[in-house]
């Protein structure tokens, strides 16, 4: 009768415990003008060795500034890169706005991207680490039966900035970051519980939600209203 007790006890605060803090700013250096036409892109940055903006979290921003009807349309990071090898590729992709003016001489691929209407792109960069970690949960099989027990958490920091560079005048158009911090924790009385603070998740939307913003902001129906 005192396993079930404890097991609740547990879970309550480990439950309450798990929770995230997002951090967002944001500078803007223009007013974003979004026409009806007007698509954007969202991708990340992977020049470093050491780590990479993962694909899953642009995929997730991408479908954050498109929710909620917000009349965004976003190319899909895939489509757009594989469309437009080598020139998105880690090596060759442009690092300041001033570089697409460059890029754009090539005819061919000045036509490829007025194919897709490109009016923005959205460079994101960051990363989501495992900071710190700490206790154990232990699990054995006897003849009586099996089970995990012990008690573990570790924290996660999401640290994500996101530039949007308007294509048509090669310009900075405004830069918006997210960081977030969370503890997990794993309690485990016979069968483990992970407890996530789901800390990328929450940079994401965000991040995300304030990039829809600003594009929400520029659109022809926010200007009419």
């Not at 990340?44 to 349309?73: F, M």
């Not at 304030?210 to 200007?223: K, N, V």
Request: charged residues 20%; negative net charge; hydrophobic residues 35%.
């Amino acid at each position: 009768m005192k396993t079930p007790k404890l097991f609740i006890t547990l879970f309550s605060f480990a439950a309450l415990s798990a929770c995230t803090s997002v951090t967002i700013d944001e500078y803007q250096n223009a007013q974003a003008e979004l026409g009806n036409n007007d698509r954007i892109v969202v991708l990340g940055r992977r020049h470093s060795p050491e780590y990479e903006t993962e694909p899953d979290l642009i995929s997730c921003v991408a479908k954050t500034i498109a929710s909620n009807n917000s009349g965004v349309t976003v190319i899909p990071e895939k489509q757009f890169v594989d469309e437009l090898y080598p020139w998105f590729e880690p090596r060759m992709a442009p690092m300041q706005p001033k570089r697409l003016a460059t890029l754009i001489k090539e005819p061919k691929l000045k036509e490829k991207i007025n194919d897709f209407n490109l009016r923005y792109l959205v460079w994101v960069d960051g990363n989501t680490q495992t900071t710190n970690s700490s206790g154990s949960v232990g699990c054995a099989i006897g003849p009586g039966g099996g089970g995990c027990f012990g008690f573990g958490s570790w924290d996660e920091k999401s640290d994500y900035e996101a530039s949007v560079w308007d294509y048509q005048k090669q310009s900075l158009v405004a830069k918006v970051s997210a960081d977030a911090k969370g503890t997990s924790y794993m309690p485990a009385l016979v069968v483990p519980i992970p407890l996530l603070a789901r800390v990328q998740s929450n940079a994401c939307k965000g991040l995300g939600s304030q990039l829809r913003e600003i594009f929400i902001s520029g659109s022809p129906g926010d200007a009419q209203e």
